[in-house]
């Protein structure tokens, strides 16, 4: 699957959280989301996205946004991860990477100079309306999570 541009409507998809609480897009109708797809949980990078997301999660309340984190990683890694670093948001379980695919988040990246395929660190905000506003690709972990609000905001 391609990338996604802004002004398409984004994928829907209904996914497993930590709890085994199913979640879909459908849900969040009328609110921003923002959806990021992260490779593993407690790993360094992305560590310091959910934390700075999570640091945000107030400033995105009053935006009316919602944080979606997803990943391959089974529920009791996801709740090791929300517990370890106090993370107040839901991580959800693409194990099969589906929606990875759907959102253009999985596929060739080159990582360490080799090529390979995997979990592309990617991020989505989607309008009240399920409209793709802005779709970040390749993204660096530090500081997106600002970028990100600042675009909710704009």
């Given at each position: 699957?391609?990338?996604?541009?802004?002004?398409?409507?984004?994928?829907?998809?209904?996914?497993?959280?930590?709890?085994?609480?199913?979640?879909?897009?459908?849900?969040?109708?009328?609110?921003?989301?923002?959806?990021?797809?992260?490779?593993?949980?407690?790993?360094?990078?992305?560590?310091?996205?959910?934390?700075?997301?999570?640091?945000?999660?107030?400033?995105?309340?009053?935006?009316?946004?919602?944080?979606?984190?997803?990943?391959?990683?089974?529920?009791?890694?996801?709740?090791?991860?929300?517990?370890?670093?106090?993370?107040?948001?839901?991580?959800?379980?693409?194990?099969?990477?589906?929606?990875?695919?759907?959102?253009?988040?999985?596929?060739?990246?080159?990582?360490?100079?080799?090529?390979?395929?995997?979990?592309?660190?990617?991020?989505?905000?989607?309008?009240?309306?399920?409209?793709?506003?802005?779709?970040?690709?390749?993204?660096?972990?530090?500081g997106h999570a600002e970028k990100v609000l600042a675009a909710v905001n704009a």
């Amino acid at each position: 699957m391609g990338k996604l541009e802004a002004g398409e409507k984004a994928p829907a998809f209904t996914l497993e959280d930590q709890d085994g609480k199913k979640v879909a897009l459908k849900d969040f109708k009328g609110k921003n989301v923002i959806i990021y797809f992260y490779p593993k949980d407690d790993t360094p990078g992305c560590t310091k996205e959910a934390c700075q997301f999570n640091d945000l999660l107030t400033q995105f309340a009053k935006a009316d946004a919602v944080i979606l984190g997803v990943s391959a990683d089974s529920a009791n890694s996801h709740n090791s991860f929300r517990e370890k670093y106090g993370l107040k948001f839901q991580l959800l379980i693409d194990k099969d990477h589906l929606v990875m695919e759907k959102y253009g988040a999985y596929g060739e990246k080159v990582l360490y100079g080799k090529k390979m395929i995997g979990v592309i660190r990617s991020t989505f905000l989607i309008g009240p309306d399920q409209k793709v506003k802005r779709a970040w690709y390749h993204v660096k972990a530090d500081g997106h999570a600002e970028k990100v609000l600042a675009a909710v905001n704009a």
